[in-house]
Each structure stands twice: as C-alpha cells, then as structure tokens.
C-alpha cells in the first residue's frame, strides 16, 4: 500500500512527507518498505521531493508575510519548522 509518510533517510530523503509503499498497522505506518528504484525512477522521486519542499517553503512564505511571523524556517535535516516572531 502505497501512503504519504515522513521519510528519515529511506531513498536517501528526509526532511519530507511522500507517498512510498509502507506496512500499515491499527497504529498507523509500521514500516516503509523501500523498493529496488531504476535511475529514471530515483531521479523521478528525488524531483517529486523537492517539489514538495519548495512547495512548502513557498506556503511558508506566504503564511509569513500574512501573519507577521518573521521567520518559520523549514529545518530539513530534523523534518520540521521553526519559528521566530517578529519583533
């Protein structure tokens, strides 16, 4: 089964939620199952990340300036964001 779920190194990405295939428990992802990639499907999902995380950085751009917040910053080596309120 295919599901989006925050990757810690698995295909050499972190830092971003994807859709890989996992093994899913009444807990929720129980494990991510990393498959054999070609190099068209590797570049493929290395494009489809980054296209998240700019994706995200452009919303937080946009809930910055809307907001006031001067600077939630994502922190792709820990997978997450960080405030800091303008002044």
């Known amino acids: 089964l295919n599901c989006s779920t925050p990757l810690v190194g698995e295909y050499g990405l972190s830092g971003v ?4 295939p996992v093994r899913l428990n009444k807990d929720g992802v129980r494990q991510i199952i990393e498959i054999e990639l070609d190099q068209n499907e590797r570049v493929a999902l290395e494009a489809s990340a980054a296209a998240v995380k700019e994706g995200i950085v452009q919303a937080w751009a946009l809930i910055n300036s809307a907001s006031g917040y001067a600077g939630a910053k994502h922190n792709s080596t820990k997978g997450g964001f960080n405030d800091e309120k303008k002044k």
């Open 17 to 20: 939620s994807i859709g890989v």
